[in-house]
């Protein structure tokens, strides 16, 4: 080999670059990435230091490894944060609070006491038989940043909130799904901060790898490590985990979740061996939502929805559709959340469930949900109590021309 051009090289034995990406050790001519990684296997009498003295000017990393680096670099400023996004039923605004996650080591601790459901959980519509299911809660515990917060005006179906006890009391994975702005992910987050256990809530998009759950291998200046995923952090510490959006993946990666569903080690064999096989922790739970029950989208409203693999669905214990709210309970969100009257308030509902009606029978080519009715009663009450204006901004005007008139007609009918 020759010796480099370069001012800064021109006394080194070898060239600083090889053509594969990599760069050469100026020891002994290997190709490498990062040199302090090979001189730690190759020649360990060297230091690194003692390597920038012995050789000033040659380069450490290659290229390949210094954009590995600086890509770890923007993950710590952005990306290593948990999006844990919790919102009540129909708000419109989503609070999203950014928490590190730091690598701690198993816990097993968690102190739980049992309470009356009753006691615990308000807002419970006909409570009937689940009145008298105890559940378990967490007392204070060193997660306490991953637990969301307590909507009070969350209103519980009883039957659902039966669904949330068996799934986290009971250790039964669940999958609620349903229309847009059902309520379905808060279900499970209203239960976790009502009981006080630590969730965590992953999209997913069609853009979601195996990677991302799981995790990955990195590297920085001091070589190569791994970081571990969401999934194998809820399972090593006892968190939620709740897989939102689930029918918006590929089948063939929601595949990575089966094992996991059946109570089983997660095994992540390019992993190092203390990450390589994680036995779920005691109060790991899985739950997961979506827009349909992996069958496909029948109404057209859901593109990007994908038809899943049955073998993955029959692992769930619990599936159940999330309807609309009665009438009055969501006139009692609006009036609440919205701050108008209930005049107003029962109008709005009025409206949405002619929408509705008129959806089923084919005659609107799409729905309406809380939350565009929250944001209707949002903007009507900014425009001096115009509320077909606010219907137009958050609704009508995203429907197609027949679609739009009709929804106007029938405005028009509930507001004169």
Not at 218 to 231: I, K, R, S, V
Request: proline share 5%; net charge negative; charged share 25%.
């Amino acid at each position: 080999m020759t010796t480099s051009a370069t001012d800064s090289t021109d006394a080194l034995p070898y060239d600083t670059h090889a053509p594969d990406g990599k760069i050469y050790c100026q020891i002994d001519g290997a190709a490498v990435h990062v040199i302090q990684n090979y001189l730690k296997k190759s020649h360990p009498d060297v230091s690194l230091d003692e390597y920038k003295d012995r050789y000033p000017g040659a380069p450490l990393l290659s290229e390949i490894a210094k954009d590995a680096v600086r890509k770890r670099r923007a993950e710590k400023e952005s990306e290593s944060t948990v999006q844990t996004n919790m919102a009540g039923v129909g708000d419109a605004a989503t609070k999203a609070t950014s928490r590190v996650v730091p690598l701690r080591a198993r816990s097993d601790d968690y102190r739980i006491i049992t309470a009356d459901v009753m006691k615990l959980i308000a807002n419970i519509k006909n409570a009937g038989s689940a009145a008298s299911i105890p559940v378990k809660v967490f007392e204070k515990h060193e997660w306490q940043d991953m637990v969301p917060d307590i909507d009070e005006n969350f209103i519980w179906d009883r039957f659902l909130l039966r669904d949330c006890i068996a799934a986290f009391d009971f250790e039964i994975p669940a999958y609620f799904w349903g229309h847009a702005g059902t309520g379905k992910t808060s279900l499970f987050e209203q239960y976790a901060a009502n009981t006080n256990r630590p969730l965590i809530r992953i999209q997913h998009t069609a853009n979601t790898e195996e990677a991302h759950i799981l995790g990955t291998t990195l590297a920085n200046e001091q070589g190569t490590y791994f970081q571990p995923g969401p999934l194998a952090l809820a399972m090593k510490h006892g968190w939620v985990y709740l897989a939102d959006e689930y029918d918006f993946a590929f089948p063939q990666v929601l595949g990575v979740y089966q094992p996991v569903l059946e109570g089983n080690a997660l095994l992540i064999k390019e992993a190092p061996p203390e990450w390589r096989r994680i036995d779920p922790h005691p109060q790991f739970r899985f739950v997961a939502t979506g827009n349909t029950n992996g069958s496909g989208d029948e109404t057209g409203l859901y593109q990007g929805t994908n038809v899943q693999n049955a073998a993955n669905y029959s692992r769930y214990g619990i599936v159940s559709k999330v309807g609309y709210l009665d009438p009055e309970d969501e006139a009692d969100i609006l009036e609440k959340k919205a701050l108008i009257k209930r005049e107003m308030a029962n109008n709005l509902v009025d409206f949405a469930t002619r929408v509705r009606n008129s959806y089923d029978r084919g005659e609107i080519s799409n729905t309406i949900g809380p939350r565009e009715l929250l944001h209707a009663a949002k903007v009507g009450g900014l425009f001096g109590g115009d509320f077909r204006a606010g219907l137009d901004r958050a609704f009508v005007n995203k429907l197609p021309g027949a679609s739009a008139i009709a929804a106007r007609e029938l405005a028009e009918r509930v507001f004169s």
